[in-house]
């Protein structure tokens, strides 16, 4: 007879002497039993996630084939989104309101910044919706949760790849040059991938319990495009003659923002133009790491409480 059934047995016939009932906890102990939701250790969980890698990619893909599936022009809106975007803001921005004053080679500028960031917003914001919106699918399976915010970043990756190539033949257009610094964009889209995971498995966490985050995320969101940069330069803005005159150091602490740094780490890449910040790699790589491994730990320390309620 197995373990699970001399237990069982146990059980029923109220202890292995037949006597006085034995608390569950006790037998469970007794013939090594475990609880199947219980978190297990964090590199168990690791391995866990890395045996699924390919449940991880599948799922990933066939989102985001199925995202467009029922728009006329298909995949192309995950190009067009950015560009609309970018071209909203120019107008309004760069034209109406003279936020290209002093930028050189404003459209390149305003068309990185908006690429960058929205690989970041659609990325968090998948992850928020990661737990609460698969309940069905966590309470039918055995998975280590945080394959789900993980599917969401990679879909989002996905997507960036074929808008990276619209945005670098665009910065082309713009008569910046191709440098040896170009070589260096996958390792900062690597570093803001990161970054990605980290935030996307925090708020997975937090938009589990709390619903009404995905109401307040996009004014978060908002808020957060306004602060990074985006569509101006903060250093002008912040320290400059025609800005706000402020010391340097609040311009160092708004660039310390991860979504502001990632984006000035490929603007400095990408255009010969913009004045290059040394220090930049230094923020990005601390956010790429606090993020991914705070993150984790964080979204870990629930694991038995997702699908619950």
């Known amino acids: 007879m197995s ?8 059980a029923q016939a109220g202890g292995p002497s037949n006597g006085t009932p034995e608390p569950l906890a ?55 989104t950015p560009l609309l975007n970018a071209a909203i803001y120019f107008l309004m921005f760069g034209v109406i309101l003279g936020a290209s004053k002093g930028i050189d080679n404003y459209p390149a500028f305003l068309i990185t ?30 998975f280590p949760r945080a394959a789900l915010p993980l599917a969401y970043t990679i879909q989002e990756f996905q997507q960036l790849l074929i808008s990276m190539g619209v945005l670098l033949g665009l910065v082309l257009l713009t008569q910046e040059p191709v440098t040896l610094l170009w ?19 925090v708020l997975a966490r937090v938009g589990s319990t709390a619903r009404d985050l995905n109401q307040l995320l996009p004014f978060i969101m908002r808020t957060w495009l306004y602060a990074s940069g985006v569509f101006f330069s903060i250093e002008d803005r912040v320290v400059g003659p025609n800005g706000a005159g402020l010391p340097q150091w609040v311009a160092d602490i708004m660039y310390f923002n991860p979504a502001a740094a990632y984006i000035e780490l ?26 991914l491994l705070g993150g984790f730990w964080y979204f870990w320390r629930a694991e038995e409480k997702y699908g619950r309620g």
Not at 60 to 71: C, D, E, L, P
């Open 26 to 80: 006790k037998l469970a102990a007794r013939y090594g039993l475990r609880r199947a939701i219980a978190r297990p250790s964090l590199l168990v969980y690791l391995r866990q996630l890395w045996e699924r890698r390919h449940f991880v990619m599948t799922y990933a893909t066939s989102r985001n084939v199925s995202k467009y599936s029922n728009s006329a022009l298909g995949q192309l809106w995950q190009v067009l």
């Open 113 to 142: 910044g908006m690429f960058v960031f929205t690989y970041t917003q659609r990325s968090v914001s998948g992850g928020a919706k990661a737990i609460s919106g698969n309940l069905s699918l966590i309470r039918a399976l055995h």
């Open 3 to 10: 373990q699970p059934e001399s237990a069982i047995a146990d």
């Open 183 to 201: 070589l260096l964009i996958p390792v900062a889209l690597a570093l803001q991938t990161m970054f990605n995971v980290g935030a996307s498995l």
């Open 266 to 291: 490929m603007r400095d890449l990408l255009m010969q133009t913009h004045p290059a910040r040394p220090y930049i790699w230094a923020v990005c790589v601390f956010w790429a790491l606090f993020a």
